[in-house]
């Protein structure tokens, strides 16, 4: 079988760590700041840019388009989906869908999308404050407004009162002309974890969320969620409708939802493996490499159940934000008495002084531990964040 050869946009290091998968040959359009070890290792040439924009991941695929005659062009990065899309678009080359691109990336474009099926969560696009005062009288309290085409928790915010949905609603409008204003939606925050093979869906599985009290700042994930045969056989059906719905062939969706009771309701959904390691846990938990698997199979074959099976490291895994800076050497010497640790990353310098985390960039660090199920995981995770949180709260007393 000849090589496939194909063009990827961005990602950070760690995604080519399992990269390239059998038969492909990896043509990868990066920023020059986010080339490491594995990328280089990974990849057969590397375009360099400054910047995911339409201009210059462009031009990068045209560098290779012009050289190799490459067979598709995909990307798992938030930043690089849309203008890859559109260079996807422009060249006629397959991968990733432009108009998929869009409907994620900009937030109210999906709502729009769903307005008219079961899907449905009510919204308006406000580009004035009589608009977002006539939605609240309507809909009610609490609401949530955000940047339409934000990412991470930035420009988010759920307001309890018109005065507060005013205030929010005056500082958005410094930078956007309209304002995403959503009904608030009551429940359990999950992610499911989806892979479509040309058309045929997969809820790979489902990911439990917490967020900081009164905030949307994610502050830790278990994979998988401990779920019900019912509750399981629930969201696989909404995922599926969904993907069909929006017309989603190819390649992974994260989809976040809240749960309260049998109902099920859409926040947004991303045409990528889910941040905060979450694709890293799916990797090594459920065997299956989202990204690998969607290049693998992006014109013919099917997974195979046995090597996925054979690939996996835990039976379940948790992903902890850290709030403050604490010495990577310090969590490794910590974790070796609780837990597996199996990647940790922390920004020592990052923060000083009593700042705090408004958004998920802005968290300075992260520990993912593995155990062998989903029982062994739930009796550790109350000691390993009473540990952080004795080191959060230690800092504190000092700073």
């Known amino acids: ?23 492909t040959e990896l043509y990868v359009i990066q920023l020059s700041s986010m080339i490491g070890p594995n990328l280089r290792n990974a990849a057969t040439e590397i375009y360099e840019i400054e910047a995911f924009n339409d201009e210059q991941v462009l031009t990068g695929a045209r560098h290779f388009y012009e050289r190799y005659a490459p067979d598709a062009l995909f990307s798992f990065t938030e930043y690089g989906l849309l203008p890859a899309a559109n260079a996807a678009k422009i060249l006629g080359l397959p991968g990733i869908n432009a108009e998929i691109s869009e409907l994620c990336r900009n937030k109210w474009k999906l709502r729009e999308r769903l307005a008219a099926t079961g899907l449905h969560v009510p919204f308006v696009m406000a580009d004035n404050q009589t608009t977002l005062m006539k939605f ?3 809909i009610g309290f609490p609401l949530v407004l955000k940047d339409p085409s934000g990412v991470g928790s930035i420009n988010v915010k759920i307001c309890y009162s018109l ?6 609603f005056d500082e958005l409008q410094q930078q956007y002309a309209s304002v995403l204003v959503e009904r608030y939606v009551p429940g359990t925050e999950y992610s499911l974890e989806t ?3 040309r058309g045929q ?3 790979i599985g489902v990911t439990d969320k917490r967020l900081l009290p009164e ?28 993907l069909e719905q929006i017309q989603h062939q190819h390649g992974p969706m994260h989809i976040e939802v809240k749960v309260n009771g049998n109902l099920v309701s859409l926040i947004e959904i991303n045409n990528r493996p889910g941040g905060d390691y979450i694709w890293d846990m799916v990797n090594k938990v459920s065997g299956v490499n989202l990204v690998a698997e969607t290049l693998r199979y992006a014109f ?5 159940a046995m090597k996925r099976k054979a690939r996996r490291c835990y039976g379940a895994m948790s992903y902890i934000a850290l709030f403050r800076p604490i010495s990577p050497s310090i969590i490794e010497l910590a974790m070796k008495k609780l837990t597996k640790l199996d990647r940790v990353q922390c920004q020592v310098a990052s923060q000083t002084g009593e700042r705090k985390v408004r958004n998920s960039f802005e968290r300075p660090g992260f520990v993912l531990i ?9 009796a550790v995770l109350p000691n390993v964040e009473q540990w952080i949180d004795s080191q959060h709260n230690h800092q504190g007393r000092t700073l």
Do not use: W
């Open 1 to 23: 079988m000849a090589k496939r050869k194909i063009i990827m946009v961005g990602s950070q290091d760690e995604i080519f760590e399992e990269l390239p998968p059998e038969d």
């Open 136 to 138: 609240a009288e309507q």
């Open 163 to 168: 005065d507060e949905a005013v205030e929010f």
């Open 195 to 197: 892979l479509s093979i």
């Open 201 to 203: 869906h997969e809820l």
């Open 215 to 242: 905030g949307l700042v994610e502050q830790r994930h278990v994979y998988p969620a401990v779920l019900t045969s019912e509750e399981n056989t629930r969201l696989k059906h909404y995922a599926c409708l969904l």
């Open 300 to 304: 013919d074959g099917q997974p195979d």
């Open 370 to 378: 593995g155990e062998r199920d989903s029982a062994a995981l739930n």
